[in-house]
Every structure is written in structure tokens, then in C-alpha cells.
């Protein structure tokens, strides 16, 4: 117990101290194998092909011809007052006008033969009148449009049955 004391073993234990961390660090370390990944299996990639040379303008489609071949527009007996089965046809009418602002067009006005000449004549301008006011309310242009009465003088059917009768009170939509 007495070596326990003396200055020499305090001194031999601090050395021991101070000299074993020294000692491990210059042990040398070992690299570490490499660890298989995905990327080490993924295929690689293939390289880009640069850009195709922009392809030659082509000229645009030609525009679609509009179809001005307008019907079904049709009206109550003794009446302009548009029948609903008219308003599909007259919306188709105003899509095509609108794809050329620059025609014109003349509203063609009919009647059936019930009632008198005159009667017929202001009734077919009526019901062309009507058809004007629903196109410029739908946007297109009332200087494109003019109106023609022409009362009982150009059936389409015979005026003898109402199926006939019926089919002669419309308005004709027609390029002017």
C-alpha cells in the first residue's frame, strides 16, 4: 500500500493516461467495403437525341365555310310570334353569321293563304321584322340584314291541308 502513495505510481498513472489516447489514434482504420445500391444495377441512362429541326410552316387550315342554309323558322297562326322549335334554328344562324361579319342577308317574310292579301303582305314583314330583332339581339349587325315581305305569293306546300299551311308561315334567312 505504501507504492499506492508515493509519488512515482501517481506519476507512472498520469503518463499511462496521457500515453493510451495517443495510442489509438494512430492506429490505422481500414476503409469500408462498398454497399451495393440501386443506382450500381439501374441501366444507364441513354443519352438525348438533340431536337428535330422545327418541320416547315404549314399554312393553316382553310377556314370552315359558314352553312347559310338557314330553316324551321317558323310561326304561330296569324301571328310573328316565333314558335319555340324556331329559337335552335335561329341560334345555328346566328353562330354561322357571326363567323363572316361582312355578308349580307335578306330576310324573306311568309304567310299561309288564310286571311286577305293584305292581311298576308303585313303579316310576312311582321314575322321578318321578328326574326331581324332576335338576330341583332343575338349580336349580329341590323345593317347586314334587310327584310322582304312576300305574304302568300311563294308557298312551299300546299295551302289546302295545315301541314302545308303550317310550313308556309316561316321566314327564309337567304344571302343577299
Known sequence: MKILKTSSFVLLVASAALALPACKAKKLAEKPAPVETEKMYAPTPKPTPPPAA??????????????????????????????????????????EMKKDATVKFVLNGN????????????????????????????????ANLSIKGYGESKPIADNATEEGRVLNRRVEIKLN
Open 54 to 95: 422545327a418541320p416547315a410552316q404549314t399554312p393553316p387550315p382553310a377556314p370552315v365555310k359558314p352553312n347559310y342554309n338557314f330553316s324551321n323558322i317558323q310561326f304561330e297562326f296569324n301571328s310573328a310570334v316565333l314558335k319555340t322549335g324556331s329559337y335552335q334554328a335561329l341560334d345555328a344562324a346566328v353562330i
Open 111 to 142: 304567310s299561309s293563304a288564310e286571311g286577305t292579301d293584305q292581311r298576308n303582305m303585313e303579316l310576312s314583314v311582321e314575322r321578318a321584322n321578328s326574326v331581324k330583332t332576335y338576330l341583332v339581339n343575338s349580336g349580329i349587325s341590323a
